[in-house]
Each structure stands twice: as C-alpha cells, then as structure tokens.
C-alpha cells in the first residue's frame, strides 16, 4: 500500500464515515478492485487530502459539480458527509444557486430534492 493510498484511506474515512467506507471496501472484488485503489489514491489521498481549501469548501464545490454535471446518484453520499466537513444546510444551498445560474435550473431543483430528503433522513435517524 502506498503512502497516498494509506492517505486516501484515512481522509475518506474522516469524510465518509467508518460505516460508509467499511461497506464499500467489503464489496470490493477483484473486478473493481484498480478503480477503488485508483479513486482512493487520486480523489481521496491527492483531491481530498490537498489542505489548499478547506473540507467544507470542497464539499460544496464536490456538491455543485455533482448537480452541475448531472452525477446525482453520488449527491446524498456527500450530503451526508457535509457533517463531517462542515458545509451547513446554507452552504449547499448557495452551491446549488450556483448551480442554478450557470448549469441550469433543472439540474439544481433535482439535487436541492435530493439533498432534502437526504436531510430529513439524516434528522430522523438522529432522533
């Protein structure tokens, strides 16, 4: 395992969750095994761990590309691991407005649905 490897590990941890990570790694096969090792060397131990922008920053600009180039499966995920960077409820709606102006409404409405009902799952299973 590499340095950047082991890196990548231990920032998508903080960012995703033991859980979250956990569950990927155990469906891991050999299949898709080089693209998790090059995901988690390149976006996680490169992207993520870069400490030019903050964790919260990143998950805003993560969010809006996300709705901008209409990769909305991957949105809840990062909503979800806005409670771990910091990017309050506001923030990902400021992105999304962003979104609104520059990529299209269409793509920011699906990813504001999105991101609220990823928000009230997360305050349910809070309570």
């Given at each position: 395992?590499?340095?950047?490897?082991?890196q990548?590990m231990?920032?998508?941890?903080a960012?995703?969750?033991?859980?979250?990570?956990?569950?990927a790694?155990?469906?891991?096969?050999?299949?898709?095994?080089p693209?998790?090792?090059?995901?988690?060397?390149?976006a996680?131990?490169?992207?993520?761990?870069?400490?030019?922008?903050t964790?919260?920053?990143?998950?805003?600009?993560?969010?809006?590309?996300?709705?901008?180039?209409?990769?909305?499966?991957?949105?809840?995920?990062?909503?979800?691991?806005?409670?771990?960077?910091?990017?309050s409820?506001?923030?990902?709606?400021?992105a999304?407005?962003?979104?609104?102006?520059?990529?299209?409404?269409?793509?920011?409405?699906?990813?504001?649905?999105?991101?609220?009902?990823?928000?009230?799952?997360?305050e349910?299973?809070?309570?």
């Amino acid at each position: 395992m590499t340095d950047r490897h082991a890196q990548g590990m231990r920032t998508r941890r903080a960012v995703l969750g033991d859980a979250h990570v956990d569950r990927a790694e155990a469906a891991k096969t050999d299949l898709d095994g080089p693209f998790q090792d090059l995901i988690t060397e390149s976006a996680w131990g490169t992207v993520w761990s870069s400490d030019a922008i903050t964790k919260r920053e990143r998950s805003m600009l993560t969010l809006a590309l996300l709705a901008a180039t209409g990769n909305f499966e991957e949105i809840p995920m990062h909503i979800r691991a806005t409670a771990r960077t910091g990017a309050s409820p506001r923030d990902v709606m400021e992105a999304f407005q962003h979104v609104a102006i520059y990529a299209g409404v269409p793509r920011a409405n699906h990813a504001i649905k999105l991101a609220k009902q990823t928000y009230a799952e997360m305050e349910a299973a809070s309570e």
